[in-house]
């Protein structure tokens, strides 16, 4: 269940795989495509949004250019250093950034909202026709607080 092939990949990164390469490539890709559906939703591969492969695309190109998760390198007396990779190096894994966008293509990214709640036979009237506002797609929930409710 792999959002993206590797051919894709492979058009991705700027040395050709070697045959552990390939191999070690297939998994990131079946990992990122995991990834992606945890923190978005189980897409089928056919009808996932563009930006669902390339977030797949650019997961799995991260981890082939560091698969050892190396923070730091030095040759002679130059040094150069990775701060920004973290627990996360040598791992299949999506920025923030992107954890942000997959949410948002599902609709899952959390929110806050205010509804009123009232007590049953309270003279409080709700402003939305007895409807309040849910956190998933579809028509909002009915919750009246009078009797003008269809029960």
Known sequence: MAYATLDDLKGRLDWELDADELRIAAGALE????LAAAYGRDWPPDRAPQL????????AARYMSNPSGYTQSRAGDETLAWADLG???????FTA??????????????????????SWN????PTAGGLVPVDYPGDRFPLFSDNRGPW
């Open 31 to 34: 990992d990122a495509s995991a």
């Open 87 to 93: 627990h996360d190096a040598g791992t299949v894994h």
């Open 52 to 59: 669902v492969r390339t977030l797949v695309l650019k997961a």
């Open 122 to 125: 309270s003279t409080i009237r």
């Open 97 to 118: 950034e992107e954890k942000r966008l997959l949410e948002g293509l599902a609709g899952t990214r959390p929110g806050l909202t205010s509804v009123i709640v009232s």
